[in-house]
């Protein structure tokens, strides 16, 4: 049980997907002006960071592996998240219209977001069992999650704050950005 609880801690702050690995930039900075559009960004992107990695890891070691056909990986992975990310439209156009409206072009992006076919990927490279890949990838979503939300937290302080004027628009998301970068570093002691 430890263990599991060091892999989701370890995903989640120590190795944050957006902050310490610099995936998922583009909802990072595009989705974060509002804290519910942010969070509903990171549900839905949650939801398929683990279906992708429920469907793609058995499907790398009982079909790749044994076929020989490990050098498909990217391609497989991407087909089995483009497909997800269509059923997550669905749904979200049927049950919840006005997020999926308020969402935009980036409810489609998450096929691009380069953050879960990292999961994906890293769950292969890290030679993690199947549980253990579900649990880092819960982690690494709530690790999203999380930096989502402090972003658009900070965001909303930035729309009172004085800001000189070369670094209003997205400069100044850059630079908190790489200050939230600098606060979850202090989070790699934590775990070893």
């Not at 994906?120 to 999650?145: E, H, P, R, W």
């Not at 004027?165 to 070893?192: N, R």
């Amino acid at each position: 049980m430890s263990e599991m609880l060091n892999i989701f801690l370890k995903a989640m702050l120590i190795d944050n997907v957006v902050l310490i690995q610099y995936l998922a930039i583009c909802p990072f900075i595009g989705m974060t002006s509002d804290t519910e559009k942010a969070t509903g960004m990171s549900l839905a992107t949650t939801f398929v960071i683990m279906i992708a990695t429920a469907v793609t890891y058995p499907l790398y070691h009982f079909v790749m592996v044994p076929l020989h056909l490990e050098f498909l990986q990217t391609l497989f992975f991407i087909l089995v998240i483009a497909s997800l990310v269509q059923l997550v439209e669905f749904f979200m156009k049927k049950i919840m219209p006005g997020l999926y409206s308020a969402m935009g072009v980036y409810l489609a992006l998450i096929t691009t977001n380069c953050a879960v076919l990292g999961i994906t990927v890293n769950c292969i490279k890290k030679d993690l069992t199947y549980a253990q890949s579900l649990v880092y990838a819960f982690g690494t979503a709530m690790g999203f999650l999380l930096s989502m939300v402090i972003m658009s937290g900070v965001r909303s302080k930035l729309k009172t704050a004085k800001i000189p004027e070369a670094f209003k628009g997205t400069p100044v998301l850059y630079v908190c950005a790489a200050l939230l970068s600098l606060a979850f570093l202090g989070f790699k002691g934590l775990i070893k």
